[in-house]
């Protein structure tokens, strides 16, 4: 298993054991839908996704506020010679992907595809 996934692993299950104790991430629920590492192995780059998006600011800055737990807790439930640093960023995957799927359906989009099948050009 690939190291970011049990980082990824192992935050969740922090967090689903509720073991971080701050009112902004326990009011939200939370999906760690990736861990990035450097090659080095020594600097997490954790995606955090608070449902729906909402507060999505608010909840990393919950995460920064208690990233010294989180990377202790982290570092004892996985086995490295080393705990890689953390720092946690918004996953804007999904709006990033309905910003796609807006531009796909828009007028001019449509017009265009209309005469690529129409074989009109």
Excluded: C
Excluded at 16 to 39: N, Q, S, Y
Excluded at 82 to 107: G, H, Q, V, W
Excluded at 108 to 113: E, G, P, S
Aim: aromatic share 4%; hydrophobic share 45%; proline share 5%.
């Amino acid at each position: 298993m690939r190291v970011g996934e049990l980082v990824r692993h192992a935050l969740a299950d922090l967090l689903m054991r509720g073991e971080v104790h701050d009112p902004v991430i326990e009011g939200h629920l939370i999906t760690i839908p990736e861990v990035r590492m450097t090659a080095d192995l020594r600097l997490a780059t954790i995606y955090v996704m608070p449902l729906a998006g909402r507060d999505a600011d608010e909840v990393i800055a919950a995460f920064e506020r208690n990233k010294k737990f989180i990377r202790g807790e982290i570092a004892h439930s996985i086995n490295l010679k080393f705990a890689p640093d953390i720092r946690f960023l918004p996953d804007e995957r999904f709006a990033e992907a309905e910003r796609i799927d807006k531009l796909l359906r828009s007028p001019a989009v449509k017009r265009d595809l209309t005469k690529e099948e129409s074989g009109d050009e």
